[in-house]
């Protein structure tokens, strides 16, 4: 009863404060005549994190948005709210244990990482096509089949690099022959009420591909092994095992997991190389800030959108290709990834790329923190696919546009 | 004859022989056929009143699957801890209504041995006293209820999102409907589901018949009932000024309004009338199927849906209920495995693979469904003649 006690008070206070700051704060601008964008998600923010008080100076000065006066809050916020989960249960292992915390920490950015190329895939989608890509979580599936296949099925022993790159090229093609024969008469004007459109006909892929690789490879959970054992190496700063690296004696990486990382990191490199220094990635780029006058530019929008379409399937099918070491595999993998990579996009905003990255990052920690911290583990497991959703919807109703994206 | 008649001399028919089937239909395999009617209603209601969500709307709703877990689930609440008593139990909690006392059990769990309130009760309670369930009746409408309310609440939530952002919202919905489902095992049992009893739990007679509780006659009469009054204020409210208004929301939400549609209403309505469709059509099912887990919110279960109504024809009731019966009947019917030469073929699941070529298909190249288009060419028939034969009639009038 301690526990529920301290911790849902604090709580209480928080949302009860947010929701006048979220309620009330454009009012009060907008009889100021200031800018009333952002406003709520401020006052919701300072609310939550001060108080009256801080609200009380927030309508009297009224200063116009800053990025900061939304930021410092938040991790006020964040900071006030793990300090009542401190004292409410100061037993738990999360309190305790730094070094317990410190590995969750790290395998939570180092998932988020992977999650986040997963989420780039669906908003470069997005930002091009305007469209979101029901089958991604389909993609990363097939990716994964691929990628098992090649090391574990047709050619054991293969360079697993082969195998990833195996992976790429099969969602890539994928993705282009679906968005030439399926989603360029929406560009065409062929088809009437092409949002409506988009979501039916990539909802019908993603019903294909998995019945297609259920009836194929079965339903029994496959699992490729590690693709490279770390070399055995031991100092004063990291020990290594063939599975595994630990820092410090305390924080213990898994080595397919570490893999992984390694791979999206220099991936996302590659891709913000691509996308910023190659004229077809500036041509993409172009072609989302606006289609018609990339196409007076002398840009084939029509090509760029298969393109952006088979690239994004592809970092789909890729993370599949990375993760596929990590967790066991299923034909239904898809539908967790799918909606994992909605709540990423919408929280960092849709079609915005560094929102993608940094929600990836954020739903990353929240899971690691969530099966680690969180008591009643049976429950909370049981909870977990709906927290996410939870985020999902809070922030369709209250800040449609996430994070980072662009305003409507 | 025009051919305007045809569709629905065929459909008073068609109607006419659902209602006798049961009777005329003698062979062998009588259950099994049964109980494709009526999953096969059951999928009809759920199509056809998606199909005026999303296809007379707009509002590609997928939360219909979850609206159809509600009512279910409300039923079976309602079955499996409310009770009737002739005299107090002074343990659980209870309402005393006239001479009875109406007793709602606390939850127990799934695998604890704990009794509820009622089993130590009645230990004590005085000789003759009746427990007894209340009407099932009253848990079906209880569920349509709790559907009606959830759409409304939803139907409120969502008035500001569009297309993509409505499906992420209404997914993400059911995803945390199915999640506190299952978790919350000591109320819903979770995944070993909760149990109904059947729609008469005690057998029926009719006509000098008797009926046993497990017969299949009772939920299809049920269903074929509930079905036909689905389709009937779905026919009729479409033929008014709101199957007009919904229709201008779903073209432009703007332009309608500006046109005097009362649009956050429109959309509020549409969104609870389909969902307390789904709701009594998942009431009735959990009846008859007698359990019901949280697989029911899966999303393939609402991808069905969506291909039955897509299939059938998005923007036409009578069209997606049809196309709903008959992808269910082919579903069953593609069931069996076959072998080319030594591969052997197992169509339980290619039969979906095939079936989601067909959707997606049907979506790129006949936007208006399979069936949509046949029943046109009925209804439609002599219209271009007569349109025509109106403008020569007034060849200038209007013309400005």
């Not at chain 1, 529920?4 to 979220?22: C, E, N, R, Y």
């Not at chain 1, 195996?166 to 993705?175: H, M, R, S």
């Not at chain 1, 591909?209 to 339903?219: I, P, R, S």
Request: proline share 4%; hydrophobic share 55%; charged share 10%.
């Amino acid at each position: 009863m301690e526990y529920s006690s301290i911790f849902f008070l604090t709580l209480l206070w928080v949302l009860v404060w947010g929701a006048i700051g979220l309620a009330v704060t454009p009012r009060i601008y907008l009889r100021r005549d200031k800018d009333v964008s952002q406003t709520g998600l401020m006052g919701a923010l300072i609310g939550a994190a001060f108080g009256p008080i801080g609200l009380a100076i927030l309508w009297v000065f009224t200063p116009s948005y800053k990025t900061r006066w939304v930021l410092l809050p938040g991790i006020i916020v964040i900071f006030i709210l793990s300090l009542a989960f401190a004292r409410a249960d100061p037993n738990n292992l999360c309190v305790t244990s730094g070094s317990f915390v410190a590995s969750q920490l790290v395998n939570g950015i180092i998932i988020g990482i992977i999650y986040s190329l997963m989420a780039l895939g669906i908003t470069l989608i997005f930002s091009i096509l305007g469209i979101v890509s029901f089958a991604h979580g389909e993609f990363y599936m097939v990716g994964g089949m691929i990628a098992y296949f090649m090391t574990a099925r047709w050619f054991p022993g293969v360079n697993p690099l082969l195998a990833i790159l195996a992976a790429c090229v099969g969602t890539f093609l994928i993705g282009y022959v679906f968005e030439r024969l399926f989603l360029q008469p929406m560009h065409t004007g062929e088809v009437e009420r092409p949002g409506e459109y988009a979501i039916l006909i990539t909802f019908g892929l993603a019903f294909f591909l998995q019945y297609f690789v259920q009836a194929t490879v079965g339903a029994n959970p496959v699992k490729a092994t590690r693709y490279f054992d770390f070399p055995i190496v031991e100092n004063a700063l990291f020990q290594t095992s063939k599975g595994s690296i630990t820092f410090f004696d305390a924080v213990s990486i898994p080595n397919p997991r570490l893999t992984a990382a390694v791979v999206a990191v220099l991936m996302l490199v590659v891709l913000l190389l691509f996308l910023y220094r190659t004229w077809t990635g500036k041509a993409l780029r172009a072609v989302s800030e606006d289609k018609q006058a990339a196409a007076v530019a002398g840009i084939n929008t029509e090509g760029m959108n298969t393109l952006a379409f088979a690239l994004g399937s592809m970092l789909a099918g890729l993370s599949g290709a990375m993760l596929v070491q990590v967790f066991s595999w299923l034909p239904q993998v898809g539908t967790i990834a799918s909606s994992r990579s909605f709540v990423i996009i919408v929280l960092g905003g849709m079609g915005s790329l560094p929102g993608a990255f940094i929600g990836g990052l954020m739903v990353g920690l929240f899971e690691a923190a969530g099966t680690g911290c969180i008591p009643d583990p049976t429950r909370a497991a049981s909870y977990i696919p709906a927290y996410g959703m939870i985020v999902l919807t809070l922030i369709l109703l209250l800040k449609p546009t996430g994070l980072f994206g662009k305003e409507l | 004859m025009n051919r305007q008649w045809i569709p629905r001399i065929a459909g008073i028919l068609a109607v006419v022989l659902l209602f006798i089937f049961p009777f005329i239909y003698g062979r062998a395999d009588y259950d099994f056929i049964m109980h494709l009617w009526i999953t096969a209603f059951f999928f009809a209601i759920l199509a056809s009143s998606w199909s005026l969500l999303a296809g007379y709307a707009g509002q590609f709703s997928f939360a219909h699957m979850a609206f159809m877990a509600i009512g279910a689930y409300t039923a079976a609440l309602y079955g499996n801890y409310i009770r009737i008593l002739s005299a107090p139990t002074n343990l659980c909690t209870e309402y005393q209504i006239g001479g009875r006392w109406l007793v709602i059990l606390n939850p127990v769990g799934v695998t604890s041995s704990a009794k509820d309130c009622l089993e130590i009760a009645k230990e004590s309670l005085p000789v003759g006293t009746i427990i007894s369930q209340p009407s099932i009746w009253w848990g079906v409408l209880g569920g349509v209820l709790m559907g009606g309310i959830f759409g409304l609440l939803v139907g409120y939530l969502v008035l500001r999102l569009r297309s993509t952002y409505l499906a992420l919202f209404t997914i993400g919905f059911a995803e945390i409907l199915r999640a506190a489902i299952s978790a919350e095992i000591a109320i819903t049992q979770g995944q070993a589901g909760l149990e109904l009893l059947p729609l008469f739990p005690r057998g029926l007679t009719l006509f000098g018949n008797t009926y046993s509780s497990t017969d299949k006659l009772m939920p299809y009469y049920a269903m074929l009932f509930l079905f036909l009054l689905c389709m009937a204020i779905m026919l009729r409210l479409t033929g008014t000024r709101f199957g007009l208004f919904i229709r201008a929301l779903r073209e432009d939400e703007e332009a309608a309004a500006a046109l005097g549609v009362n649009v956050v209403r429109y959309k509020v309505m549409v969104f609870t009338i389909t969902a307390m469709m789904a709701a009594a059509a998942g009431a009735i099912f959990g009846h008859y199927i007698g359990i019901i887990t949280p697989n029911i919110l899966l999303i393939l279960q609402m991808s069905l849906v969506i291909a039955m109504a897509v299939i059938g024809g998005l923007e036409s009731i009578v069209a997606s209920a049809i196309g709903a019966i008959i992808i269910l009947f082919m579903l069953e019917l593609l069931r069996n495995s076959f072998d080319i030469g030594p591969v052997r073929v197992d169509m339980t699941l290619w039969r979906l693979v095939f079936f989601g070529a067909v959707l997606m298909l049907t979506l790129r190249f006949r936007r208006n469904g399979l069936i949509a288009p046949i029943l046109d060419w009925f209804n439609r028939a002599g219209v271009a003649e007569e349109t025509v034969a109106k403008r020569q009639a007034a060849p200038t009038e209007g013309s400005d």
